[in-house]
Every structure is written in C-alpha cells, then in structure tokens.
C-alpha cells in the first residue's frame, strides 16, 4: 500500500498547505512520539533541528507540543545539517532525531526528515506504522498530566557537530594555505560551514550566510553553482563548495572554475579509496547516475549498482550489499565508513583531505567524461498523468527510438509536483527528439 504522507526523502510540500501547518505537525508530533515511546529499550528524548525558513519558526512549536503531549522529552537545536542532527541523535542516544527542511526546495515549501536512534532515515515500515497513527483521534495518544514530556533548547549543536566531523581525520589535518569558497545557500548549515573550514586554518570566502527566512536557496547553493564557480575564478580560490538548504548536498568546483557533480565526486573518492583499501564492495548510485560513471567503474574494476532516486534507498543498498559508498547526482552522498546518511560538509572534508598536500581539484576530481544528458522538470497538477495511456504509449516509442544508442526515465518527483523525464546519448540530435517526444505530450 503507498504511503499517504510520507515521500521519497521525508514529507515535503507548501507551508499551510493540506500537510505542512501547524495542526498536521502537532499530529506528526503526537503520532511518531507515540510511535517512539513504545520501543521501550531507550529514554523518551527526541532532538529537533531545522533550516532557516521563516516558517520553522510557527512549525517547530506545533511539532514539540505533539511530542511532549506523547510523553517524550525534547531538545531543540536551531539552525543544523541534516547529518548533524542524525549524528547527534545517534551519540546522544535519542530515541528519534527530526529535522525540518525542505532541503534544496524555495522559502515557501517546508517539510520534515525522520532519523531513527540509529541515525538512520526511517523504513517505509516505520513510516506507514507512524502513519497509521496520524488519522486516529488525537485523544488516544495524549499522556496524562504528569507524564507530559519537558523541553530544553541545546545552544552547542553547532560545536558538538563539527567536534564529530573533524574526529574522523587525523589529528594535524589542516587546510594552512588553502583558498576555499563557500556557499551555504543561506540555510542550515551557515554557521557550521564557515566555523569548520576556519577552524581548520583556511582562508575562506563566504556566500549565503545571511540568512532572513525568505532567502533559503535563493540563487544560491547547490541548485545555483555559478555562485561558487565566479567566486572561485575571482578569488584565485583552490576550490569551490556549495551546500543546499538542509546541508546534506554538495556540488563543488575545482580551481578552474569548472563544476563538479555528485557523479564526479563519487567517481574521485571510490578511486581514491580503492587505492588506500578503504572501499568495501562497491559503489551504490542512483537510476539518475550518468552512464559515463557507469563506463568508468568498469573500467576501474569497480562494482556499480543502482537504486531508486533517493539517498535513504541508497543507504539501504549500501546496507543490503555492504558497501560503504553511495549518492546522487545531485550531491546526496553518503560515505558508509563515517555517516549514515548524506553530509555536505563531510564530504568536502574528504576531498580537502585528498588534495590538502598541494594536490589540484581539476586533477583529483575530473574522472570520467559524461555521457551527454538531458533532465526535465515538469511541473503537473497530478503526478499520476505518468500514467496516462497516450503518456506511456509516448515513453514506449521514445525508448524504442533511442534503444541501443541511450536510455530514457521517466519518473514523479517524491518531493514536488512535478515529472522529471532525463535522457542520457551520444547522439545528440536523438536523444533530443526523444526527451521533446515526451515532453510535448506531458505538456
């Protein structure tokens, strides 16, 4: 049975929209405190952490009363990485971390990311469990009066998270010498980004941490990479890095000015690992990963599977297969050996790492040429129009087109109101005909 409120990466969608108010939080709240409060094993503590969004301030509340009406105990955080909160849930041994974003969408959407003690995302299991609790009668899960939960606001979040991050190298890396650009798409991870490379001893210049509310991946950020890319060129930087609202996305750029994906950067680390015996199993992408990465890893001797779009069904391929490296395209990238969930800052520390002894991000990251690649983002009123039946007669006749030369997906955002169709080829001229085959019938 599919999932009512639940996506692909959390529950995502307009502010006081149907889902995303403050009466659907508090019965989030209530629901997966409830939830929580039965698996008996670990204390009644769930910690919060958000984005900068001017609408957390109105949600954070109505999401602590229906924990504390559950019964837990709450520590809110302020402005953190998503991995951060994951991390901390898991070292202050929590029964559940949950983050508010809307990751790399505008202002005006907002959402929420469910972490286990474990700092994992939720299974689709849990989620339907939480879920089936969410449309019951409030009173069935109130505690009584003396059982209401408590709730304090934790001011070292920030300091806790970057003491984790910087422990997972060694103790005299340093980044003395290097020029590093930093975008943080005036989200969570403004403070935290910035402190982290200066505490390490690099000279850094700063984009997107000003955050008002309304600013949040506002022509900047991993969605908007020319920021670090001009930057870098106009400050003679080493390298360029660019996070989204919630932090846990990279997309970066080497000293040239040229951009790099999360294909790139995955391709760059698990060469890199395989080289120091760090990898264990292979490498986990996305059915959006480009097929040049695919043709690279073959080369490389590198095992590579896919997963659906989403970083939570890539960590549970990871998990499944025992690999310890995973991600997206888009800059969801996950390193097994030190986070269980993606990490921005992570895994810029890893590539700072690899380069930090003079080495160039052109030469480090600049693994593979990409197979030319088209992605389209349609916005729809309703996602089932994929499937229509002239709508799938058109995907039919487009892949039949472009087969043995490409491939074509088609798929609905789990996040947005849109269909993203993408189109990978040599031949240009065809793969274009075939993205605007299905496009033109969407529209």
């Keep these: 049975m599919a999932k009512k409120y639940f996506g692909t990466d959390g529950i995502r969608g307009p502010v006081n929209s149907k889902n995303i108010n403050g009466d659907m939080f508090f019965k989030f709240g209530l629901a997966s405190g409830t939830y929580f409060r039965s698996q008996k094993k670990i204390k009644q503590t ?17 999401l602590v009363s229906g924990l504390t009406s559950a019964g837990m105990h709450v520590y809110t955080l302020g402005p953190l990485p998503t991995n951060g909160l994951a991390m901390l849930t ?64 934790l001011e070292t ?20 010498g290097l020029r590093i650009v930093i975008d943080c798409a005036n989200g969570a991870g403004y403070k935290a980004g910035p402190e982290l490379l200066k505490s390490l001893g690099a000279k850094v210049i700063t984009i997107g941490i000003k955050p008002n509310g309304l600013n949040i991946n506002k022509k900047c950020g991993s969605t908007y990479p020319n920021k670090i890319k001009f930057a870098v ?85 990871m ?25 921005g800052l992570l895994v810029a520390l890893e590539a700072l790492f690899a380069i930090r002894k003079g080495k160039k991000a052109s030469t480090f990251f600049n693994k593979f040429k990409k197979t030319p690649q088209i ?3 349609i916005e729809v009123k309703n996602k089932d129009i994929i499937n229509y039946p002239d709508i799938k007669k058109s995907i039919k006749i487009a892949e039949k087109l472009i087969k043995g030369q490409g491939r074509i997906l088609v798929r609905k955002s789990g996040t947005e109101s849109k269909i993203r169709v993408m189109g990978e080829s040599e031949n240009k001229e065809l793969l274009n005909r075939c993205v605007d085959l299905i496009l033109k019938k969407i529209k």
């Design 46 to 62: 769930a910690i919060i952490a958000k984005d900068t969004r001017l609408s957390g301030y109105t949600l954070e509340p109505a």
């Design 90 to 153: 898991k070292s202050m041994k929590a029964n559940m971390g949950i983050m508010i974003t809307a990751s790399h969408n505008p202002h005006q959407d907002n959402g929420l990311k469910l972490f286990g003690p474990d700092g994992m995302k939720l299974s689709d299991k849990i989620e339907k469990k939480i879920e089936s609790m969410i449309d019951k009668k409030v009173s069935i899960h109130l505690s009584q009066a003396q059982k209401l939960g408590r709730v304090k606001r």
């Design 157 to 176: 979040g920030t300091k806790d998270y970057i003491k984790i991050l910087k422990k997972n190298f060694t103790k005299d890396f340093n980044l003395r």
């Design 233 to 317: 060129k106009k400050n003679k930087a080493h390298l360029g890095i660019s996070l989204d609202g919630d932090a846990d996305r990279i997309i970066m750029c080497d000293e040239k000015g040229d951009i790099i994906d999360g294909d790139q950067i995955i391709a760059a680390l698990a060469k890199r690992w395989k080289l120091k015996k760090m990898l264990k199993g292979g490498v986990v992408g996305t059915l959006m990963s480009n097929y040049g990465l695919e043709k690279f890893f073959k080369v490389e001797k590198i095992k590579f599977i896919r997963a659906n779009v989403g970083d939570r069904y890539v960590k549970e391929k």
């Design 319 to 343: 998990q499944k297969n025992k690999f310890n490296l995973g991600g997206e395209q888009s800059g969801h990238i996950i390193l097994g050996k030190f986070a269980t969930t993606g990490d």
């Design 375 to 377: 992605l389209k983002n």
